[in-house]
C-alpha cells in the first residue's frame, strides 16, 4: 500500500530550508533501503531544493558515478515505485555527492572538509547510520575539523548501547561535541501516521480520555512481531537479542505514549517530560518474579506452504546460542492511572504474520441484560503495519427476527479506504523534522537512559535465575508458555 495523506484537509508539503546532511555508512543497508528513498520522495514532493546537499560517507571504493548507480539499483530493488521519474531522479542524483573515508584511520577526514559548505549558519546535518560504539569518536572527530557549528545537528540511530552503562557513554562522548537540543536520537516507529494519531485519538476525543485509565480498562497489548528472521544481521543480532533490540527502544517508546498524561503541549520538552514519568513508574522485575512476568523464546525450523524456514542457529551459523528472538513481558506501572492494569508486551522473529499494533482492551459490562447471549467486551485496535488503521470493536445487534443475538463489528479508520495521496512514510517524516529543528519525535537522553535501567533489571534477573530460551516453530506465534502467561490472568493474545 503507498502511504497517503488527507486531500480535503488542506494539507500540503511545506519546503524546508536548504540544508546538507552527511550520511555515515551511506552504503549500508539503512541509507540505500530507507534514507536515500527518504530524500528523493521528500525532493520529489517539492520539501527538498535543489540547493541542497546529501554527501555519503563510507569506507568502501566508488567513484560519485558508480555511487549513483548503486542507489537506482536498490531503490528499483526495494521501492516499488510505480511513479517513478527518471528525469526527477537525476536531477536528484545531482543533488548527492560520495566521499570515501574509513572513520577508524584519522588520516583520510579531510576528504569531507573538502565537500561541505563554508556557510556556518546553513543546517548541517550529521547522520549516524553506524555502530553505536562509534558515535561518540566520529562526533568528537567532526568537532577537531571544525564542522560542528551552532546549526549543526547529529542524527543517531537505535540501539544506542547495549545496556545503562554503554548508553550513558555514548551521550557524554557525543553530548562533548552537541547541545542535547541538537542531538535526535532516531526511533523510526515514532515517525508512523498512527503513532502519532495515538496522541490525537486520546487528548483530542473527549469520547476516549475518560475512559483511558483502570476504570474502563482491563489491559493493553503492544505487539511488534515479524516474519522473517534476523537475515544479515546474524553477528548483531547474536548480541543482542529481542529484548534489547526491540523492547528497550520500539515498545517501551509506543507504551509511553500509550500510557502517559496529556502534555501541557506538543513542544518536545513537555511530550518527553512526560514520557519519562511512564518509564520511571514502571515496576521493576527483579529474580523473584521474572520468570512469571517473562518468557524468552527462540525459533527453531518450521514450514509453512510448502516453504521451509531454517532454525535461528542456522541464520546466525553458531553452533549453541540461548539469545531470545522472541519475549514477551507483563509489565505494570505504578501509578494511580494504570495501578492494576498488566500491560503485556510481545516481539518475536520468524512469527506468522508481520504486524505491529496496541490493543486496549476495555472491561466487561458489569451486568449483562441479554440472558445467555455473550457479550465481549469492547477492544481499541491500532495498527500500525502493515496497513496502518485505527478499529473500535462494538456489540451490535443482527438484523432479523427470532431473538436477540449479538454481533461484534469495527468502527474502522483505516488510512488506506480514506486518505487518497501519498503521504511521508517515517523516515521522510523524521528528516524533515531534523531539518526544522522538530525534536517532539525524537528521544531525549533521559528516555533512553531510563528505559535501559528498567531492561537491564529483565536482564540481570535472567541471568541470575537462568530463565530459559524455550523454542518455538518458525511461523508459529511463539512459545507455549506466553499464552500461559496470559492465561493465568483470564486474558489472551489478541
Known amino acids: 500500500m503507498d502511504n497517503i495523506i488527507d486531500t480535503n484537509s488542506g494539507s ?19 541509507a540505500r533501503r530507507k534514507l536515500l528513498p527518504a530524500l528523493y520522495h521528500r525532493y520529489r514532493d517539492g520539501q527538498i531544493s535543489d540547493d541542497s546537499k546529501i554527501i555519503s560517507v563510507s569506507r568502501s571504493t566508488y567513484t560519485v558515478t558508480e555511487y549513483h548507480e548503486l ?14 521519474d527518471t528525469d526527477l531522479w537525476l536531477r536528484f542524483l545531482k543533488l548527492v555527492d560520495y566521499v570515501k573515508i574509513d572513520v577508524l584511520d584519522s588520516q583520510n577526514w579531510s576528504n569531507l572538509k573538502t565537500q561541505v559548505s563554508s556557510d556556518k549558519k546553513l543546517v548541517r546535518i550529521f ?47 557525543v553530548g562533548q561535541v552537541f547541545d542535547e537540543n541538537n542531538i535526535y536520537r532516531i526511533d523510526h516507529y515514532l515517525g508512523k501516521e498512527t503513532v502519532q494519531n495515538l496522541l490525537v485519538l486520546r487528548f483530542g476525543n473527549i469520547l476516549l480520555e475518560p475512559l483511558w ?26 548480541n543482542a537479542g529481542a529484548l ?21 503541549s506538543l513542544e518536545a520538552d513537555d511530550v518527553r517530560a512526560e514520557k519519562i514519568k511512564v ?14 512476568k517473562t518468557i524468552r523464546g527462540q525459533y527453531t525450523s518450521g514450514s509453512e506452504e510448502n516453504i521451509t524456514f531454517p532454525d535461528y542457529l542456522t541464520d546466525v551459523d553458531v553452533s549453541k546460542s540461548s539469545t531470545e528472538t522472541y519475549v514477551a513481558i507483563k509489565a505494570e506501572i505504578e501509578n494511580w492511572r494504570w495501578a492494576g492494569v498488566p500491560i503485556y508486551l510481545r516481539t518475536g522473529k520468524r512469527m506468522s504474520t508481520r504486524r505491529s499494533e496496541i490493543v486496549i482492551q476495555f472491561k466487561a459490562v458489569p451486568h449483562s441484560i441479554f440472558g445467555d447471549t455473550p457479550v465481549k467486551p469492547n477492544k481499541l485496535v491500532i495498527r500500525l503495519q502493515p496497513d496502518e488503521a485505527v478499529k473500535l470493536w462494538f456489540e ?14 469495527p468502527l474502522n479508520l483505516s488510512y488506506a479506504d480514506n486518505f487518497t495521496v501519498r503521504y511521508p512514510d517515517a523516515y521522510e517524516r523524521l528528516l524533515m523534522d531534523v531539518v526544522r529543528g522538530n525534536l517532539s519525535l525524537f528521544m531525549c537522553r533521559g528516555e533512553v537512559e531510563s528505559a535501559w535501567q528498567w531492561v537491564d533489571g529483565i536482564i540481570d534477573a535472567w541471568e541470575h535465575s537462568d530463565t530459559p530460551t524455550d523454542l ?15 492465561a493465568k490472568a483470564n486474558h489472551s493474545w489478541s
Open 213 to 238: 485509565s483502570n476504570q474502563a480498562i482491563d489491559h493493553i497489548q503492544i505487539t511488534a512481531a515479524e516474519s522473517i528472521g534476523v537475515g544479515g544481521r546474524g553477528a548483531y543480532y547474536d
Open 396 to 409: 451490535v445487534k443482527e438484523p432479523g427476527a427470532g431473538g436477540m443475538r449479538l454481533k461484534t463489528l
Open 71 to 84: 542507489i537506482t539499483k536498490y531503490y528499483h530493488e526495494y521501492s516499488n515505485d510505480d511513479a517513478f
Open 244 to 264: 534489547r533490540d526491540m523492547v528497550q527502544n520500539h515498545l517501551l517508546q509506543l507504551l509511553c505514549l500509550t500510557a502517559m498524561e496529556a502534555p501541557a
Open 279 to 292: 518509564l520511571k513508574a514502571l515496576r521493576n522485575i527483579t529474580i523473584d518474579d521474572v520468570n512469571q
Open 12 to 30: 500540503s508539503f511545506v519546503p524546508v530550508q536548504p540544508f546538507e546532511i552527511i550520511v555515515f555508512g551511506g552504503t549500508g543497508d539503512l
Open 472 to 486: 518455538y516453530d518458525a511461523g508459529t506465534e511463539g512459545p507455549g508458555k506466553a499464552e500461559d502467561m496470559l
Open 127 to 173: 547522520y549516524l547510520a553506524m555502530p553505536p560504539s562509534m558515535f561518540a569518536n566520529i562526533c568528537l572527530k567532526l568537532d577537531e575539523l571544525g564542522l560542528v557549528s551552532d546549526s549543526s545537528r547529529v542524527v543517531l540511530e537505535k540501539p544506542l548501547g547495549t545496556d545503562y552503562k554503554s548508553a550513558l557513554k555514548i551521550n557524554e562522548g
